[in-house]
């Protein structure tokens, strides 16, 4: 005997593990399930599975006895290992509902399956083990029991034996524990026999659990049974258990072994008594801790050594102190390699290794902190990574050790504080950042040194943004992952300074007032915003409160700065509002709160003021109102006003050194160095001290970095600002800096050299002489202009070479003209040297090196001058107009290609600049001389790029003139007095520029062009009806009054109508223009027909034709030989008007020889295979707009389509005949024209019925040309009268292409015919007179176009039952013509539309008509006369139905499985219809059907064809009122609704239950029919079929199973067989159905 115990016989096994069964079908379902379970699909197994767990619910005991006796006898083992999973799910629901009968045949089957094989095999003895530790929570002391059996003295029992004995004794302590003694007894005689590595872990892991559980035991000591048990109790084994893993497993060479071994020992110690511990403390540490270094897994090694260190520990035990340097030395290095918290797994290890620490620090915390600190010293310790995991433990023990660490702060303090300044590594100071806000949580920076701490968070939040995109620049380079960069680690130091101050009371005696002191030194500037955002908050509260200590004392706090050197340096910080940390508002709400520590007298001011700006800033920021320089500005009016309210010299001055001493810290900041430069000029604006004006004056100019040009445009305005109270100090200041020494004389005069200021301090010099004349006092500005303004200036101007250089000059310049200007002088000033200024900036601009910024400044200055009187003389106009136009019609910068895409968009907004500056000075020339003379010329100037083949210059060359039409008026309308001019000379020479341009292909050109032909005619009649008067006439004349409207349309891109807008423009200028600018405008428009825009020339030709048919008795000679000469050039050229000269004498001819001009065009060849040449095209639509002429055309062509010979026999294949197709391309371009509307509609039958027969005759020979051809005209046809209906109609779907086959071309006709005879009913009649010929006419295609026409008519004939009756006869005359018969067919059928009187009246012979053809093996004429009998059959009297109905039934059933969908659908349709018949005399017969094609009907729904499905949810719908029951009407209502997405089994569940209880007598039936579509073709059938019978089954209550009557061992039968199919989703099905069988 072994200890895998006596292996029991194959009989006895059976008869030991009998099935607990039922004695219903369910013990059959069950098995077969059972031995189906390891199906090859997954899908299916997972339901299989599924559905026995489901049955498990319901009879425990039967499935699992099941699976026990098949286990018995099965030789797979996967199949196995399924049983044995689903046996374990079984009894996590169901473990207390089993008998302890077969709980104890569980208990041996699965130690059997356990321990049957002498090997490990984790597959299938893992469950077993699993399932014995279930089991042993109930019964525990069979299991534990058995186990031990297995388990005899002095024998290796099996792995999974004692692994299940770990277990199970972990998974039921208080059960297990009181017999482990005897176990753990058994277990020491053998530990040294076992030698594989495999039992040494399990026994290993064992012996932990089994520690574990002693330990959960006693916690649970009051709810134990034997309340003598403790862990004297074990220690005789645990002990020699231990030696035994310690002194020889845990060198094993399987790391697995040793990590066990390790959890183990370290369990084990809980359990040792003391003594032993104590005495093996010294050899396990040194073992525990060397295993670090072998072990990849490090988790199980720290989890032991956690175990130990709380033994050691026990009771303030100090027996580990002379281990403590090794366990500190060896878990050190551990917690501080790098990232090991940023890994899931390595985090847990290190957090286990802190709370090691934490044990240890419970009892020696001195000597812990003494390591660590050591560990802090940047002398004794260079690893930036040891230091980041010291500062991490160190964090550690202060949230968890408070009061053993609470007479150590200040040392840890100490300890500390050396790396805030110097720790470098970015990861090191994360830690250090975490360890000072856990440190600020529990007091520790009210000590001396926490100070340091505070500076240190703050350093971190003032990292620059040029450190943080230099690192990441860095990493972007390299290409690497990084997640610590210094600008996150920036922001995490403002969270902790904020949380600091907002969440902490304490920090509030730390950070008050010491975060004063990082307001003004420069090094902390980036942090600015969150240090100003904690002393406002700070102040707030304090202020609010009243506390004493919210008024500083300054000569007390001497670190805290001066309230001047505050004000002064949050004052220019606030210019840049919009910096990192919402700066400008979180700088204000610090200002607004500690205003009264500043000044008393500025309180109520800023209390007042700042709101505004903080309210200035949020309603502006990131809108498109916000405005930089009107916020500086507001900067200053505070600053201004903060200095009135404090109103004194002294602190002004004092205010001014401060600010002096901030500047140069501001050196490398541009921005801010302007802005502190323009706030001191403000300063010196307001005091008095000249001496000290004089002094900062000098600092001023000297500090600036005049080369930077933000600096420069700095100090300009603050000596501007300083000059409106101080100017000649300014100005000697300027003269002086600007003086030039010349080299002195004398022999050894080279060796010296002349000296003066740089280039760049000269420029510095202009840009300040225009701020100084632009801010001074005007009067004291006009009496040192010449002297000293323009003397220091003047030396200078014919210098300037360099753009930079001149760029200051253009912009000084620019600032003397605004401050000449009389609106700011308040009196009129002459400025001699105004044109030589100009010209000096237009040699800047045009000459030398000139950039983008010259240009703008340049037009802007010149713009300036141009305001101050007189005006701008004729020649220098010229000049400057012909200088600067160029910059304006410059190419777009973004098609520049020399330009790199990031310098595209920055010139192109100095372009958009250029241009706008353009504009603003020819305006300003203009305004200073408002003369037609000066205008025209502008207007020349400007003209030049009109005919440009450039859109862009064409574009701006209109634009700008048309603004200049619209200042002249301006400037016109504000002028009174005596006109000097009576008329606008050469206005028409000027209009006719500007005709091609009207029909440009850009819109923007042509609205341009059309407003300033009617600005021309606006001023030649305003000058010519003001005269007289003191005022102009600003009224238009009533001719033009018509023009904006055209130029507002003319936003139109077809050219036609542009064209026609371009003729309604004619009429006006012809209305308007004089005899005497009639000719000039005439040559200027025949010059615009060589403009090389096709459009234009045409546009040019319409306003010529238009001139010359208004005003043709004035020039009647030129206007013969104009249009002699475009009727001539007909064929070579595109002109509209030049072609329509042509065309007018062919009309001509055609009045007179029609037929003759329209078959000599029709024999013209076709250009496509669609259309003829444009000229024939032109032609024929030319014909066809006299309405003379065009009904004798449609007659002509519409008689060749329908009578002449269309095809040719040339005895080997037909062709179609040349002139039919063009007759049919003559039809469509006809149709194109607006004028053939009314024509069509007045014979719209005749054209209709003729298009129609001709896709009937377009279907033979090369017909693809042909029906291509009748398509397009038809379309044409349709879009001529607008036929919306009809185009939206064969929109959809694909009935375009339809009509160009040969086969379904009468589908999209009958859908033509069904729009028309829905609009035109009237038309019918004639539709009917016209086709009927043509139903025997000589082409199949005419006859079978009347077919499909007549067919569709009869749906539109209720109202008239004569041409009703005809149509009826002709269809049935055609029925004997199989070409015919499936249109004859769907007419038949349409005679429901008709209405029940007439279905009633043909109903004998429509029925019988279409009876015949039901069963037809054409399926598509046996679907028509399925959907024709369906529709006849819902208006149908009973009477005439009843006699044939099971005939009928018996017809359509087969068809509900045919192979085609549309005849499955059809038929499942006609069968619903006849739901009108089971009501009165059929009500018998139909009901008996209904019920026998019920199965039919709801397993159809479930068709793999969507329209199958539809028709059959319709007809149950409709039937369902027949089965009597509101319920399954109701749930046929709501389940079967279009929008709702059917589940199958919810379904066929609800609707088996309600056949059930409705029907039972009948249920047999629908289960057996069901079992036929087992076998159908179709897989959705076959599954849902299978879903039906099982639920059916599954459904029936067991008091009612005799009485429906089911035969659950042929249906059983069945379905077991489905399991063996091949089709997943049918065994997957089967295996649910059979899981819902549990009550058989």
């Not at 971190?460 to 230099?470: L, N």
């Not at 009297?1437 to 659908?1465: D, M, Q, T, W, Y």
Request: with cysteine; proline share 4%; hydrophobic share 40%.
């Amino acid at each position: 005997m072994s200890f895998f115990g006596k292996k029991a016989s194959k009989e006895e096994s059976s008869k030991k593990n009998h099935v607990r069964s039922t004695g219903g079908k369910i013990d059959e379902i069950v098995m077969a399930m059972i031995a189906n379970a390891n199906d090859k699909d997954n899908g299916v197994r997972a339901n299989v599975f599924s559905g026995l767990e489901d049955v498990a619910h319901k009879h425990p005991e039967l499935v699992l006895s099941s699976a026990l006796q098949f286990i018995a006898s099965c030789n797979q083992r996967p199949h196995v290992i399924i049983l044995l999973n689903l046996i374990n799910r079984a009894l996590e629901h169901d473990l207390y509902n089993i008998s302890e009968e077969l709980g104890v045949d569980l208990i041996t089957m699965a130690l059997g399956e356990m321990t049957k094989d002498k090997s490990v095999v984790p597959e299938w003895q893992g469950p077993s083990s699993a399932m014995l530790v279930a089991l042993g929570r109930r019964f525990p002391d069979v299991v534990w029991k058995r186990l031990v059996e297995l388990f005899p003295p002095g024998t290796l029992p099996h792995y999974f034996v004692i692994k299940t004995m770990g277990d199970i004794s972990v998974a039921n302590p208080m059960h297990i524990v009181p017999a482990l003694k005897e176990v753990m007894a058994r277990t020491l005689p053998i530990l040294g026999n076992v030698k594989k590595d495999n039992l040494r872990w399990v026994f290993a892991a064992a012996f932990g659990h089994w520690c574990d559980a002693v330990l959960a035991y006693l916690a649970n000591l009051d709810k134990a049974v034997d309340k003598s048990v403790s862990l004297e109790t074990f220690s005789s084994e645990v002990y020699p258990a231990y030696e035994m893993f310690f002194n020889n497993w845990i060198s094993s060479r399987e790391s697995k072994v040793r990590l066990a071994v390790a959890q183990a020992v370290g369990n084990m110690c809980a359990v040792m008594p003391q003594e032993q511990f104590e005495a093996q403390l010294p050899r396990l540490l040194p073992g525990l801790l060397a295993l670090y270094k072998k072990e990849k897994n490090h988790l199980p090694i720290t989890q032991a050594l956690t175990m130990v260190l709380s033994a050691s520990v026990k009771n303030e035990s100090e027996m580990l102190e002379p281990q403590l340097n090794v366990i500190l030395n060896v878990i050190h290095p551990l917690v501080c390699q790098p990232g090991i918290f940023d890994d899931p797994e390595q985090m847990k290890n290190a957090n286990e290794i802190l709370r090691c620490f934490e044990i240890i620090g419970h009892v020696f915390s001195d000597q812990l902190l003494e390591y660590l600190l050591v560990r802090l010293d940047l002398l004794k310790q260079k690893s930036a990574t040891i230091r980041a995991g010291t500062l991490n433990i160190l964090r550690h023990l202060i949230t968890r050790l408070d009061d053993q660490l609470a007479d150590k702060k200040e040392r840890i303090i100490s300890g500390v504080k050396p790396l805030v300044e110097s720790e470098t590594a970015l990861d090191g100071k994360r830690v250090l950042a975490q360890l000072v806000i856990a440190m600020s949580s529990h007091d520790y920076l009210l000590l001396e040194g926490g100070e340091s701490l505070v500076e240190f968070i703050v350093r971190q939040s003032a990292i620059t943004d040029a450190e943080v995109q230099k690192f990441d620049a860095a990493v972007k380079k390299s290409k690497k992952s990084v997640d610590l960069t210094p600008g996150k680690f920036r922001g995490m130091c403002d969270n902790i300074l904020h949380l600091a101050t907002t969440t902490v009371p304490s920090m509030q005696q730390v950070l008050w007032p010491y975060l004063f002191e990082f307001l003004v030194k420069p090094e902390y500037t980036d942090a600015l915003a969150i240090v100003c955002r904690c002393i406002g908050h700070l102040a707030a509260a304090k202020r609010e409160e009243q506390a004493p200590d919210y008024l500083l004392d300054f000569a007390v706090s001497v670190n805290v700065p001066q309230p001047h050197e505050i004000i002064a340096r949050l004052l220019v910080m606030l210019n840049v509002p919009l910096r990192r940390g919402n700066l400008g508002r979180r700088i204000l709400e610090c200002l607004v709160s500690i205003g009264p520590i500043l000044h008393p007298n500025i309180v109520n001011m800023w209390d007042a003021a700042i709101p505004k700006l903080v309210n200035y800033l949020d309603t502006h920021t990131g809108q498109e109102t916000w405005d930089i320089s009107t916020w500086e500005d507001l900067c200053l009016r505070l600053l201004s006003e903060t200095i009135k309210q404090v109103n004194d010299e002294s602190w002004v001055v004092r205010l001014a050194e401060a600010l002096c001493d901030q500047l140069p810290s501001y050196g490398s900041d541009a921005e801010l160095c302007r802005s502190a430069l323009k706030h001191l000029g403000v300063i010196l604006q307001k005091s008095t001290k000249k001496d000290m004006i004089r002094e900062k004056l000098d600092f001023l100019f000297n500090t600036t970095v005049h080369e930077n040009e933000t600096q420069r445009q700095g100090c300009a305005q603050a000596f501007g600002y300083c000059s409106a109270a101080h100017l000649d100090m300014v100005l000697d200041k300027l003269k002086s800096v600007g003086k030039e020494t010349k080299a002195s004389g004398g022999f050894f005069s080279f060796l010296s050299s002349a000296s003066g200021p740089s280039q760049a301090q000269k420029n510095t010099i202009f840009l300040s002489l225009g701020y100084v004349t632009a801010y001074a006092q005007p009067s004291l500005v006009i009496a040192r202009l010449d002297a000293h303004i323009f003397a220091t200036l003047e030396t200078h101007l014919k210098a300037a070479k360099a753009p930079d250089v001149k760029v200051n000059v253009i912009k000084s310049i620019d600032l003397i003209g605004k401050a000449l200007h009389p609106d700011h002088l308040q009196e009129q000033f002459t400025f001699k040297r105004r044109d030589d200024l100009i010209q000096c900036v237009l040699n800047y601009m045009t000459t030398g090196d000139v950039n983008d910024q010259v240009k703008l400044l340049g037009l802007n200055a010149i713009t300036t001058l141009a305001c101050l009187a007189p005006a701008v003389p004729e020649e220098l106009e010229a000049k400057l107009v012909e200088g600067t136009m160029k910059f304006y019609y410059e190419g777009d910068p973004s098609d520049n290609k020399k330009l790199k895409p990031e310098q595209v968009e920055s010139a192109k907004q100095s372009y958009d600049l250029i241009c706008d500056n353009f504009h603003e000075m020819i305006h300003q020339l203009l305004c200073m001389d408002t003369s037609c003379d000066r205008l025209r010329r502008l207007v020349v100037f400007l003209s030049t790029p009109l005919t440009s083949t450039s859109v862009a210059k064409r574009r701006r060359a209109c634009q700008a003139i048309l603004a200049l039409f619209k200042k002249f008026v301006e400037f016109k309308s504000g002028e009174t007095g005596p006109k000097a001019e009576e008329l606008f000379d050469g206005v028409g020479n000027l209009m006719g520029m500007f005709v091609p341009r009207c029909t440009d292909e850009d819109t923007k050109v042509r609205l341009a062009a059309m407003e300033c032909i009617e600005a021309c005619l606006f001023i030649n009649n305003m000058l010519k009806t003001s005269v007289n008067a003191d005022t102009y006439n600003l009224q238009p004349p009533k001719a033009l009054q018509i023009a904006p409207e055209l130029r507002r349309n003319m936003i139109i891109e077809e050219v036609n109508k542009q064209f026609a807008l371009v003729h309604k423009l004619s009429q006006v200028i012809a209305a308007l223009i004089s005899e005497e600018e009639l000719p000039a405008f005439l040559l200027s428009c025949i010059d615009g027909l060589r403009d090389p825009l096709s459009t234009s020339s045409s546009g040019t030709c319409v306003m010529l034709n238009g001139i010359l048919k208004a005003r043709g008795e004035e020039l009647k000679e030129r206007v013969c030989d104009l249009v002699d000469r475009l009727v001539s050039a007909m064929d070579s050229i595109s002109d509209e008007k030049t072609m329509n000269g042509s065309l007018h004498s062919l009309r001509s001819l055609a009045h007179h020889h029609l037929l003759g001009v329209l078959d000599q065009l029709l024999a013209s060849p076709l250009r496509s295979a669609t259309s003829h040449s444009e000229t024939v095209v032109r032609s024929i639509q030319t014909l066809a707009k006299d309405a003379s002429l065009v009904t004798q055309m449609v007659d002509h062509l519409t008689d060749i389509l329908n009578n002449s010979q269309v095809l040719e026999d040339d005895g080997k294949k037909p062709k179609h005949n040349p002139r039919a197709m063009s007759a049919t391309c003559a039809l469509g371009e006809m149709f194109e024209v607006e004028e053939m509307e009314a024509v069509v509609n007045e014979q719209f039958s005749q054209i209709f019925c003729s298009l129609l027969l001709r896709f009937g005759t377009t279907r033979y020979s090369d017909g693809g040309k042909a029906s291509q051809q009748i398509v397009g005209s038809f379309k044409k046809f349709l879009t001529c009268i607008d036929e919306a209906d009809v185009l939206e109609a064969l929109g959809s779907g694909d009935h375009w292409t339809q009509l160009e086959s040969n086969e379904k071309y009468h589908y999209s006709l009958t859908e033509i015919m069904r729009v028309e005879c829905e609009t035109r009913r009237e038309a019918m009649g004639s539709f009917y007179e016209f086709l009927l010929p043509y139903l025997h006419g000589n082409f199949m295609g005419q006859r079978i176009v009347t077919a499909a026409a007549f067919a569709e008519m009869v749906s539109h004939c209720k109202e008239d039952k004569e041409l009703l009756q005809s149509l009826i006869n002709n269809l049935l005359t055609i029925m004997v013509d199989d070409s015919l018969k499936l249109m004859a067919c769907r007419g038949l059928g349409n005679i429901a539309a008709a209405g029940k009187e007439e279905v009633n009246r043909f109903a004998s012979t429509v029925i019988d008509a279409l009876m015949c053809s039901i069963d037809s093996p054409d399926e598509t004429l046996a679907m028509e006369a399925m959907n024709g009998l369906s529709r006849v059959f819902e208006l149908v009297e009973e009477r005439c139905v009843a006699p044939i109905l099971v005939n009928i039934c018996h017809r359509i059933r087969p068809a509900f499985e045919h192979k085609s969908g549309e005849i499955r659908a059809a038929s499942i349709q006609l069968f619903g219809t006849l739901h009108r018949f089971g009501t009165a005399e059929g009500q018998v017969i139909f009901n008996e059907q209904l019920h026998n094609n019920l199965p039919s009907l709801y397993l159809h729904i479930f068709d793999p064809d969507n329209a199958v499905s539809k028709a059959s949810k319709i007809a149950l719908k409709r039937l369902v009122a027949l089965l009597h029951s509101d319920e399954i009407a109701e749930f046929f209502n709501e389940y079967l609704d279009e929008d709702r997405q059917l589940n199958l089994k919810e379904f066929i569940n609800r609707l088996s239950m309600l056949l059930i209880t409705y029907f039972p007598e009948r249920l047999n039936y629908y289960v057996m029919t069901s079992i036929e579509y087992f076998k159908s073709d179709w897989v959705p059938l076959r599954v849902a079929a299978t879903a039906f019978v099982g639920f059916a089954m599954g459904n029936v209550p067991q008091d009612r199973q005799h009485a429906v009557g089911l035969n659950p061992a042929i249906i059983t039968s069945e379905l077991v067989k489905l399991l063996k199919v091949k089709e997943a989703d049918v065994r997957a099905m089967t295996a649910n159905g059979l899981a819902t069988m549990h009550n058989w």
